[in-house]
C-alpha cells in the first residue's frame, strides 16, 4: 500500500506505475519483514471484517470528501495528468492522493463506486492491524476499535485517508518496536504521508515515541516524513493568503477539539473525551485506568495519562503553528491509541472466570456502537442515484457541464461518469486553482439527486420538459 501511495504522488501517474510501485514495496516489505510477531489468536480478526458490509449494503461510500477522492483515482485510473475531472485541467506535480491511488487499482475489477466503498473499509481493517500490532493484543485492539467513536465516525464524513495515513505510520512505530528494518518503517511513514499529510504527522507521535528504544531508526522514519512534506511544499499545491487563512479558521473553529484558553489543555483535554471517543469507551477505560490503581500498577496509568496530555498539546497549539495549521480533531485517533492499553494491563489483574463474561458483555456494547457509528452512515448517492449516473454516462456528450447540488449525488458526477459539475467538492490548498476553472464553466443540465445530505445554495425551479434521464434535465 505505501508503495503504491508514493507512485500516486506524482502528476500522470497511471496503472502501471502503481502496480509496479505496489510490488517494489511488497517487495522490499518482504526482504526486510524483520523477526515474526508472537503468534496471536486470529479471531479477532473476523470481527474486524465487520467494516465491510457498507460494501454490501451502500451504494458508495459517505462523504462528500470520498467523492472527492474517488474522482482523483478516475484521473490515476486513466493516466490522465490532471488530478480530477471535477477540477477541469487543473495539475500539480506532487499531491498525496495515495488512497486515491489504491482505490484506482481496485477500479477495474469492481468499478469506482465499489473500490471507494472496498479501500474504505480496508482502511479500518489496517487501523486494527496496526493498533494490535502496537498492543501485541487482537482482542484488546478490536474491543478498542469498535467500542470508541473515533476513527469510525471518520466514515461518516469520508475521513478514510487520514485514518489510513495514520495506521500505516502507526504501524511502522509497532513494527520498529519488535525490531524491524528502518527502512521498512520509513517507506511505511512516506507511504503514509503520501496518503494524507495530516494524517501522516499524527501517526509519527508513536514513531517519536519509539525513538526511546530505537533512536536512529526512528529518525530515520521522521527525516523521510520531514522530506516529503517539504517536497510537498515545494512542488505541491502553493498556499495563497486566502487558503492559509480558511485553513486556520477551519482548524480553530469546525475541527477544534477543546474549548477555553489553549494554554488550559492539561485540564480541558479530560472533558473532551468523551465528546471524541464516546461515553462507553471512556467509562470503559477510566474503569481499567481505577483498577490498575487499586492493584498499585502505576507505571502503565502514568504512561496512558502523559500520552493524553501530549496529544492535548497537539489540539490546543496545532491549529496556532505559523505555517501550515493542523487539524486538531484528525488526531483523536491518537487518543485510542494513547490509552487502549491500559484495557490488556486491566484485564490481566482480573481473574480467568471473570473475564470471559466482562468481554462477553463489553463486545455486545462495542458492537452496536459500532452498527451506530459506522454502519449507519448515510453516503449522498441512493441506488436510483447510480442507475440515474449510468444513463447520464451513456446519454450525455463527454464535454457537458451539469449543475447541481453540492450535498446529493451530484457531487458523485465527476467520479463515476467523468464529466464536469458547477459545484465539486474542493480542496481548501487549491481553492484558488479550482475557482479559475470553473468560472467559465456553462451548464446545460441539471441533476437533481434523490438525497439532499448537506445544505448548500439553492438550485432554482426545476426545468421545464421532461427528465431526459431519472433527475436530469436540459437547461433552458
Known amino acids: 500500500m505505501a508503495g503504491a501511495a508514493v507512485a500516486a504522488l506524482f502528476s500522470g501517474a497511471g496503472p502501471l506505475a502503481l502496480l509496479l510501485s505496489a510490488a517494489a514495496g511488497g517487495a522490499l516489505g518482504h526482504r526486510l519483514r524483520g523477526p515474526a510477531p508472537a503468534p496471536q489468536p486470529w479471531w479477532p480478526a473476523v470481527l474486524a471484517l465487520l467494516f465491510f458490509i457498507p460494501v454490501i449494503t451502500m451504494p458508495v461510500a459517505p462523504g462528500a470528501d470520498m467523492a472527492m477522492h474517488v474522482a482523483l483515482a478516475r484521473s490515476l485510473e486513466e493516466g490522465l495528468p490532471r488530478l480530477s475531472p471535477a477540477w477541469g485541467t487543473l495539475h500539480v506535480a506532487l499531491y498525496p492522493r495515495g488512497f486515491s491511488g489504491l482505490v484506482a487499482l481496485v477500479a477495474p475489477v469492481v468499478g469506482l463506486a465499489k473500490a471507494g466503498l472496498i479501500v474504505a473499509a480496508a482502511t479500518y481493517l489496517i487501523f486494527w492491524a496496526a493498533l494490535s500490532a502496537w498492543l501485541a493484543a487482537p482482542l484488546v485492539a478490536t474491543l478498542a476499535l469498535l467500542l470508541s467513536r473515533s476513527p469510525q465516525s471518520f466514515f461518516d464524513w469520508g475521513g478514510n485517508p487520514t485514518v489510513l495515513a495514520l495506521s500505516l505510520a502507526l504501524y511502522a512505530a509497532a513494527f520498529l518496536r519488535r525490531g524491524g528494518s528502518a527502512w521498512v518503517a520509513a517507506l511505511l511513514v512516506v507511504g503514509a504521508c503520501a496518503v494524507h499529510p495530516m494524517g501522516a ?276
Not at 343 to 366: K, N, V
Open 201 to 476: 504527522c499524527a501517526g509519527a507521535l508513536a514513531v517519536a515515541v519509539v525513538a526511546r528504544e530505537r533512536p536512529r531508526a526512528a529518525t530515520l522514519s521522521l527525516a523521510a516524513l520531514g522530506a516529503l512534506v517539504l517536497l510537498l511544499a515545494r512542488f505541491g499545491p502553493v498556499l495563497s493568503p486566502r487558503e492559509l487563512a480558511w485553513i486556520r479558521a477551519y482548524a480553530i473553529h469546525d475541527e477544534a477539539v477543546l474549548r477555553g484558553s489553549p494554554w488550559l489543555f492539561p485540564f480541558t483535554v479530560w472533558p473532551a473525551l468523551p465528546r471524541v471517543l464516546g461515553d462507553p469507551y471512556v467509562v470503559a477505560v477510566g474503569a481499567a485506568a481505577a483498577l490498575l490503581l487499586v492493584r498499585r500498577a502505576l507505571r502503565p496509568v502514568l504512561v496512558a495519562v502523559c500520552g493524553v496530555l501530549l496529544i492535548g498539546a497537539v489540539f490546543a497549539l496545532g491549529p496556532h503553528l505559523p505555517l501550515v495549521p493542523l487539524y486538531p480533531a484528525r488526531f483523536t485517533p491518537m487518543l485510542v491509541v494513547a490509552t487502549a492499553r491500559l484495557l490488556s494491563h486491566a484485564s490481566l489483574q482480573l481473574p480467568r472466570r471473570a473475564l470471559a463474561p466482562l468481554l462477553a458483555g463489553m463486545l455486545g456494547i462495542a458492537l452496536a456502537l459500532h452498527v451506530r457509528w459506522f454502519q449507519h452512515a448515510q453516503p449522498m448517492a441512493t441506488a436510483g442515484d447510480l442507475l440515474a449516473l449510468r444513463c447520464l454516462d451513456e446519454t450525455l456528450p463527454r464535454d457537458a457541464v451539469i449543475d447541481g447540488a453540492y450535498g446529493d449525488a451530484a457531487q458523485w458526477i465527476p467520479a463515476l461518469t467523468g464529466r464536469a459539475v458547477t459545484r465539486p467538492h474542493q480542496h481548501c490548498s487549491l481553492f484558488d486553482e479550482t475557482d479559475a476553472q470553473l468560472a467559465p464553466l456553462k451548464p446545460q443540465y441539471r441533476y437533481i439527486g434523490e438525497r439532499l445530505r448537506y445544505p448548500g445554495p439553492a438550485l432554482g425551479e426545476r426545468p421545464d420538459g421532461l427528465a431526459i434521464c431519472p433527475g436530469l434535465y436540459a437547461l433552458p
